[in-house]
């Protein structure tokens, strides 16, 4: 009976891209609903470096608590999904035995995703490894390419079907066969049988047996035309470096400086190394340090780690938007619960007081009362179209990998509709047209096929 109480208990999910509006519109609604927000940002659990991470500032938060915001010190790892749905869990709990609204707000959907659902898989993360848990297997914390080797070597499949880069990934799967003892290429396998004996759609990995939700859920997406919300982010990035950005950088870098000297290892592919308007001024950071660099250089090399931040923070942005049009949407189609996914046109900022605040609060008001809800493609032209899932999520279909890897752009592709782009992409026919030129000068030695895209022999070394 608790359980059944504890899923009709209303949760209020805000999602969206990068500098949508998304945490001044959960400061809105907890406003009026008496609630209290979860932070859902991967970056947002570091404590400090407020530019860096896009913090809130606290007096743009008007007193509402903000939960899992600042909780983890610098020389920690990012959490794993396991250890934020059981952090997220506790909080909720937390608020509603207050008898306040949680409100869950973040730009890192994989967590939002683990939360909404009854993932089976991460609900046995959550049971098996406590986040103090010391016996977490050593291994985990190994370098993505070591998590790869003992991947493959236990469960070859799931190996082949990630990128090499994708630790989260190929962690995630590595754990599974450490905590279940079976491979997750087999349990997912027989989800995926089981669901197509019943008639249901099949779910990606990342939503795998996660046919309901975990509790009553209305999810708002702010979202915004693409060429308006590039324009704002590069806006923003300028307006970071106006606030301090170079401030921080500095401060990260100090703090690495001091490990390294105290003789620490650090891993900085992983963690707040990673975080975009860090990585990118590195260049910059080090000419600074050596003190013979030219103004003008400093300069150039200033206006390039800006060029890339914006470019890094645009490339986010847009991973974010497929993220939720592909993999949450199908999702929330697959759980039957369409008719609480909204989206919100925040393009036009004069209105966006209107377009995505009110009707945001119009909607929560509605939800709380289990009144009935509007059509979520009645909102706006944009909620119509996007609203739209851009493609099937083909995640968890195995007959429907097929891993494949370009040598002249060093890119590795793992499905075929990857390929398909890829092949397709400017910047591979470039690539091709320039190989095709050595091959014709005598400074490659194969001749490509037509059919055949992949250069199976490096050009020659000068």
């Given at each position: 009976?608790?359980?059944?109480?504890?899923?009709?208990?209303?949760?209020?999910?805000?999602?969206?891209?990068?500098?949508?509006?998304?945490?001044?519109?959960?400061?809105?609604?907890?406003?009026?609903?008496?609630?209290?927000?979860?932070?859902?940002?991967?970056?947002?659990?570091?404590?400090?470096?407020?530019?860096?991470?896009?913090?809130?500032?606290?007096?743009?938060?008007?007193?509402?608590?903000?939960?899992?915001?600042?909780?983890?010190?610098?020389?920690?790892?990012?959490?794993?999904?396991?250890?934020?749905?059981?952090?997220?869990?506790?909080?909720?709990?937390?608020?509603?035995?207050?008898?306040?609204?949680?409100?869950?707000?973040?730009?890192?959907?994989?967590?939002?995703?683990?939360?909404?659902?009854?993932?089976?898989?991460?609900?046995?993360?959550?049971?098996?490894?406590?986040?103090?848990?010391?016996?977490?297997?050593?291994?985990?914390?190994?370098?993505?390419?070591?998590?790869?080797?003992?991947?493959?070597?236990?469960?070859?499949?799931?190996?082949?079907?990630?990128?090499?880069?994708?630790?989260?990934?190929?962690?995630?799967?590595?754990?599974?066969?450490?905590?279940?003892?079976?491979?997750?290429?087999?349990?997912?396998?027989?989800?995926?049988?089981?669901?197509?004996?019943?008639?249901?759609?099949?779910?990606?990995?990342?939503?795998?047996?996660?046919?309901?939700?975990?509790?009553?859920?209305?999810?708002?997406?702010?979202?915004?035309?693409?060429?308006?919300?590039?324009?704002?982010?590069?806006?923003?990035?300028?307006?970071?470096?106006?606030?301090?950005?170079?401030?921080?950088?500095?401060?990260?870098?100090?703090?690495?400086?001091?490990?390294?000297?105290?003789?620490?290892?650090?891993?900085?592919?992983?963690?707040?190394?990673?975080?975009?308007?860090?990585?990118?001024?590195?260049?910059?950071?080090?000419?600074?340090?050596?003190?013979?660099?030219?103004?003008?250089?400093?300069?150039?090399?200033?206006?390039?780690?800006?060029?890339?931040?914006?470019?890094?923070?645009?490339?986010?942005?847009?991973?974010?938007?497929?993220?939720?049009?592909?993999?949450?949407?199908?999702?929330?189609?697959?759980?039957?619960?369409?008719?609480?996914?909204?989206?919100?046109?925040?393009?036009?900022?004069?209105?966006?007081?209107?377009?995505?605040?009110?009707?945001?609060?119009?909607?929560?008001?509605?939800?709380?009362?289990?009144?009935?809800?509007?059509?979520p493609a009645s909102l706006s032209p944009l909620a119509a179209e996007m609203l739209t899932a851009s493609k099937p999520d083909t995640s968890a279909r195995s007959d429907l990998w097929s891993r494949k890897h370009c040598e002249v752009c060093n890119t590795t592709?793992?499905?075929?509709?990857?390929?398909?782009?890829?092949?397709?992409?400017?910047?591979?026919?470039?690539?091709?047209?320039?190989?095709?030129?050595?091959?014709?000068?005598?400074?490659?030695?194969?001749?490509?096929?037509?059919?055949?895209?992949?250069?199976?022999?490096?050009?020659?070394?000068?």
């Amino acid at each position: 009976m608790a359980n059944n109480i504890a899923a009709r208990a209303p949760l209020v999910a805000v999602v969206g891209a990068t500098g949508t509006g998304k945490s001044e519109l959960a400061v809105n609604i907890a406003r009026k609903f008496n609630g209290e927000i979860i932070n859902g940002d991967a970056m947002q659990l570091y404590e400090g470096l407020p530019i860096i991470t896009n913090k809130m500032p606290e007096d743009e938060r008007a007193g509402i608590p903000h939960h899992l915001l600042g909780c983890i010190g610098l020389n920690e790892e990012t959490w794993t999904v396991g250890n934020f749905v059981s952090n997220a869990l506790a909080k909720i709990s937390e608020i509603r035995a207050r008898g306040r609204l949680p409100i869950l707000v973040g730009g890192t959907h994989y967590y939002t995703q683990s939360l909404l659902f009854n993932d089976a898989l991460a609900n046995k993360s959550q049971d098996e490894e406590p986040v103090s848990n010391p016996e977490r297997p050593a291994i985990l914390e190994e370098s993505t390419e070591v998590l790869l080797a003992k991947l493959r070597e236990v469960d070859p499949v799931m190996a082949d079907r990630w990128h090499p880069n994708d630790r989260r990934k190929i962690q995630r799967s590595l754990e599974i066969w450490l905590q279940t003892g079976r491979k997750a290429s087999d349990i997912y396998e027989e989800q995926r049988t089981r669901r197509e004996a019943s008639g249901q759609e099949v779910l990606s990995d990342e939503a795998q047996d996660a046919s309901l939700l975990r509790m009553r859920t209305l999810v708002l997406w702010v979202g915004a035309q693409s060429d308006t919300l590039s324009k704002r982010l590069d806006a923003r990035v300028d307006k970071m470096v106006t606030q301090g950005l170079l401030d921080e950088v500095s401060t990260l870098s100090e703090f690495y400086d001091s490990r390294i000297a105290d003789g620490e290892s650090i891993d900085t592919t992983r963690g707040i190394w990673v975080a975009i308007g860090y990585k990118e001024f590195l260049d910059y950071q080090a000419a600074l340090r050596k003190g013979d660099t030219s103004p003008k250089q400093l300069n150039k090399l200033l206006a390039e780690a800006i060029e890339k931040t914006k470019a890094g923070t645009r490339q986010y942005a847009k991973r974010q938007i497929r993220w939720i049009r592909i993999k949450l949407n199908n999702a929330i189609d697959t759980a039957g619960a369409k008719g609480s996914f909204f989206m919100l046109d925040g393009s036009d900022l004069a209105s966006w007081n209107q377009n995505v605040s009110e009707t945001g609060l119009d909607l929560v008001d509605s939800f709380l009362k289990e009144d009935t809800l509007p059509d979520p493609a009645s909102l706006s032209p944009l909620a119509a179209e996007m609203l739209t899932a851009s493609k099937p999520d083909t995640s968890a279909r195995s007959d429907l990998w097929s891993r494949k890897h370009c040598e002249v752009c060093n890119t590795t592709s793992v499905t075929e509709s990857d390929w398909t782009i890829h092949v397709n992409s400017k910047r591979h026919k470039k690539a091709m047209s320039s190989q095709r030129k050595r091959v014709l000068n005598g400074t490659a030695q194969t001749v490509i096929s037509p059919k055949q895209e992949v250069i199976e022999e490096q050009p020659k070394e000068d």
